[in-house]
């Protein structure tokens, strides 16, 4: 009999339980124990899911020879908790984003790398059959020439929901507003489909939240591949939508709005685009809360599959870094009113 993994879990709020969750949906796989900060949100969840339960992550390290960490710590507390496992000698699985700064991803990338662990970034929806098809369009040269995307993700944040956090909002432990925190999503997409950008010009505000960090953002982009396209996120509008992605290529155009392919239209047509060309249940836009764990269950078994396999993560530590890049380079560019380039200094 194949031995499952044992997989703890770092930070027990929502995103916690979603990996919980995803984690006893896999029959390979064993939760082992989960650790939080505050004993009442590591014993509720060990409760709920039946696993031990610590309040500090490196003592669940050093007692329950994990072979997985997944983090769902606030963005910006990754790096002394990716140091605990790496001295620990335990694999990584981190929630987008990597980290908040290209001076903490590049630590990250480094400590995973000196102690021959794998380091994977959990953007699931790469693993989700429309986006995964649409990739698929872009590598097998159904687009043709590459010449504009766009990623918009148009939502609502309530004041609740940024007092529901003491991080969220925050410079500091979120790292961003709109953008860092929701947006990042349909960036990772983006530079996936797009490949990697060359320079950005954005305009950033906050129109309609008390936090430290832009509500609204919207920036013009250039990818190195020549094409150009739009980044766009809010938090402020009601109810928007969750994302949308349109790819334009002088051989087809694809625009997908939430779950859903508005547009999916190529000089040649395959029958097997009829596989993922079905709507989804869409993600709600006015809420944080992560409803289907599959996406998860996907990117753990990625995972698992990269330590079985000796290989990198379907979305490794450095493709998790670009999306953080990426959304700095805006940052910068909406502050200093300049076009920035890229690559940003890893400083
Ligand atoms: N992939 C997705 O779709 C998705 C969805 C939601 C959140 N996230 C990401 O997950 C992370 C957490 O978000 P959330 O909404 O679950 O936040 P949350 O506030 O609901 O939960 C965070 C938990 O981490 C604990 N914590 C904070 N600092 C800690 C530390 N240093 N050590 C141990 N525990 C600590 C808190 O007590 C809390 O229980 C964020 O980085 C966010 O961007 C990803």
Redesign the pocket.
Known sequence: MVEKMRIGV???????KVHAKAIKNLKDAELAAV????RT?SESVAHEFGCAWYTD?REMMAKENLDILTV????G?RL??CRAAADARVNLLI???LDITMKHTSQIIELAQEAGIKLGT?F?LRFMPLYSGLKKAATDGRFGRLIMGNAATICFRSKDYYLS?G?RGTRALDGGGALM?QGI?TVDLLLWIMGDVKSVFAYAGNLTHDIEVEDTVTAAVEFKNGAVGTIQATTSVYHGINKKLEIYGTDGSAIILDEDPLLWQFREDREDDSSFLHGHAPVSAIS?I?EDTWAHEQAILDMMGAIAEDRQPFVSGMEGEKATELVLAIYKSAETGKRVDLPLARE
């Not at 770092?10 to 916690?16: H, R």
């Not at 650790?35 to 505050?38: I, R």
Request: proline share 10%; charged share 15%; glycine share 12%.
């Open positions: 770092v930070g027990c709020g929502n995103i916690g650790s939080d900060q505050w949100n992550h769902c710590t606030p963005s507390t002394d908790i929630e987008k984003p959990v699931q956090g991080w925190n999503h944080p992560v």
